[in-house]
């Protein structure tokens, strides 16, 4: 008989976001004569930089002749592709890598779950809490976890709680943990990790071979020169770190997929007997035999998006996402919540009023405003009493959320 990975039935029924577009579907079902504005998914509403467009035309006829046609590509990337990468991203933060540390991919979810692949299934996993559920739920499916708790964190993770009191900056987990788990900046807090916290983590990974996953899906966001955008800007971040970098948001890239992993040539882990193995090398095995790289169209707009003209051009619309987050946190502020994040990362991170329930409140701005947001208990336990606001909206649905916001507080 076929049988299934008993593991899947431990996650709930539905993904967070699924859930929130359930209650969302049928809120509008109930009251179709609602203008329901998002606040909650980190989907871009803004379109694509004029020059992606124009390198993504030019590649499609590139299609449509003989001469220039493109079949497969390299299953790791064209190589204009990663050259740009390590050009625009890296060299200017003092960062030196080689072109086959650098692995092209459909998206940064996808990466963070399939690397797990190359790990043994008795790793021990450790996660910031609030965390992106992608990160728990993927190893929850490979078994890497014990049974759900009634708070919703699972037996066998180390969970290290993020809160105001330590800035929402986890401290170094008490017991070992082989596989750590960092966001920066931070989905769904906002917080920012300055220079020495990404020192202790990487001195505390050498000391413990363990390995960090670094998802740096929003290190665009970051305005602040002394905050880090790579963790290998850290001294020895190349023996213990992976990096996940996307252009979903950076270039508006979250309908047309791609992104990269960076898998430092340096980087290791180690046999049951102690003895290392290099994980690069095991990246590309497993990407050159499950993976088929990215369209070739899709990596000349995304090469495009790293040029000078592309790169200026994806810069205003970060700044206008940024001008939409920075207008949330002070009206918000203004109306007497604690607001936290919407500085250097799109979300805002912010307190529901009165002890409510995230949830509570999550229904609470969806009746009164009709506005979604996303209740932070949904990225772990110590997401309760919060809600994430995306700042991804359009400038004229910001606009419509503020009127709302102002009229429900008069």
Same mark, same amino acid.
């Given at each position: 008989?076929?049988?299934?990975? #008993?593991?899947?039935?431990?996650?709930?029924?539905?993904?967070?976001? $699924?859930?929130?577009?359930?209650?969302?579907?049928?809120?509008?079902?109930?009251?179709?004569?609602?203008?329901?504005?998002?606040? &909650?998914?980190?989907?871009?509403?803004?379109?694509?930089?004029?020059?992606?467009?124009?390198?993504?035309?030019?590649?499609?006829?590139?299609?449509?002749?003989?001469?220039?046609?493109?079949?497969?590509?390299?299953?790791?990337?064209?190589?204009?592709?990663?050259?740009?990468?390590?050009? /625009?991203?890296?060299?200017?933060? !003092?960062?030196?890598?080689?072109?086959?540390?650098?692995?092209? $991919?459909? !998206?940064?979810?996808?990466?963070?779950?399939?690397?797990?692949?190359?790990?043994?299934?008795?790793?021990?996993?450790?996660?910031?809490?609030?965390?992106?559920?992608?990160?728990?739920? +993927?190893?929850?499916?490979? %078994?890497?976890?014990?049974? /759900? /708790?009634?708070?919703?964190?699972?037996?066998?993770?180390?969970?290290?709680?993020?809160?105001? %009191?330590?800035?929402?900056?986890?401290?170094?987990?008490? *017991?070992?943990?082989?596989?750590?788990?960092?966001?920066?900046?931070?989905?769904?807090?906002?917080?920012?990790?300055?220079?020495?916290?990404?020192?202790?983590?990487?001195?505390?990974?050498?000391?413990?071979? $363990?390995?960090?996953?670094?998802?740096?899906?929003?290190?665009?966001?970051?305005?602040?020169?002394?905050?880090?955008?790579?963790?290998?800007?850290?001294?020895?971040?190349?023996?213990?770190?992976?990096?996940?970098?996307?252009? $979903?948001?950076?270039?508006?890239?979250? %309908?047309?997929?791609?992104?990269? *992993?960076?898998?430092?040539?340096?980087?290791?882990?180690?046999?049951?007997?102690?003895?290392?193995?290099?994980?690069?090398?095991?990246?590309?095995?497993?990407?050159? +035999?499950?993976?088929?790289?990215?369209?070739?169209?899709?990596?000349?707009?995304?090469?495009?998006?790293?040029?000078?003209?592309?790169?200026?051009?994806?810069?205003?619309?970060?700044?206008?996402?940024?001008?939409?987050?920075?207008?949330?946190?002070?009206?918000?502020?203004?109306? &007497?919540?604690?607001?936290?994040?919407?500085?250097?990362?799109?979300?805002?991170?912010?307190?529901?009023?009165?002890?409510?329930?995230?949830?509570?409140?999550?229904?609470?701005?969806?009746?009164?405003?009709?506005?979604?947001?996303?209740?932070?208990?949904?990225?772990?336990?110590?997401?309760?009493?919060?809600?994430?606001?995306?700042?991804?909206?359009?400038?004229?649905?910001?606009? %419509?959320?503020?009127?709302?916001?102002? #009229?429900?507080?008069?």
């Amino acid at each position: 008989m076929a049988t299934i990975n #008993e593991h899947f039935l431990k996650l709930p029924a539905n993904y967070l976001f $699924s859930e929130i577009r359930k209650r969302v579907r049928d809120f509008r079902t109930n009251h179709p004569e609602a203008h329901i504005i998002s606040l &909650g998914i980190g989907d871009v509403t803004q379109p694509l930089a004029p020059a992606v467009v124009a390198a993504m035309k030019r590649a499609v006829e590139e299609m449509s002749k003989q001469e220039t046609f493109h079949g497969y590509g390299p299953w790791e990337g064209y190589n204009f592709l990663r050259e740009a990468i390590i050009k /625009r991203d890296f060299n200017p933060r !003092g960062v030196e890598l080689d072109l086959d540390e650098v692995f092209i $991919s459909d !998206g940064s979810k996808c990466d963070l779950a399939n690397l797990q692949e190359v790990f043994g299934p008795d790793n021990v996993v450790a996660v910031a809490d609030p965390v992106f559920p992608v990160y728990v739920d +993927t190893n929850v499916m490979a %078994g890497r976890t014990g049974e /759900r /708790r009634e708070n919703g964190q699972y037996e066998g993770i180390i969970y290290m709680p993020c809160t105001p %009191g330590n800035d929402f900056t986890p401290e170094l987990p008490g *017991t070992h943990a082989d596989l750590v788990y960092l966001c920066y900046p931070n989905n769904p807090t906002g917080a920012v990790a300055t220079k020495e916290a990404l020192e202790t983590w990487i001195n505390h990974a050498r000391e413990h071979r $363990s390995i960090i996953l670094f998802d740096a899906a929003y290190a665009a966001y970051i305005a602040d020169p002394a905050i880090p955008q790579s963790i290998y800007e850290i001294e020895g971040a190349k023996e213990v770190a992976v990096e996940f970098r996307s252009f $979903s948001k950076s270039a508006g890239f979250t %309908g047309i997929r791609c992104a990269y *992993t960076v898998v430092p040539k340096d980087l290791q882990a180690y046999h049951g007997d102690g003895s290392p193995v290099a994980v690069n090398p095991l990246w590309f095995r497993r990407q050159s +035999t499950k993976f088929n790289s990215v369209s070739y169209i899709t990596q000349r707009g995304a090469a495009a998006a790293l040029g000078n003209e592309g790169w200026k051009q994806c810069q205003q619309t970060i700044a206008t996402y940024m001008r939409s987050a920075d207008r949330l946190c002070k009206a918000f502020t203004n109306l &007497g919540y604690t607001v936290y994040g919407g500085t250097d990362a799109p979300y805002i991170w912010m307190e529901t009023p009165d002890g409510q329930s995230s949830w509570d409140f999550f229904h609470w701005l969806l009746d009164k405003a009709h506005v979604v947001c996303t209740p932070g208990s949904g990225f772990g336990a110590a997401g309760e009493g919060f809600v994430r606001l995306s700042a991804f909206a359009t400038p004229a649905n910001v606009d %419509g959320v503020l009127e709302r916001i102002e #009229e429900l507080a008069r």
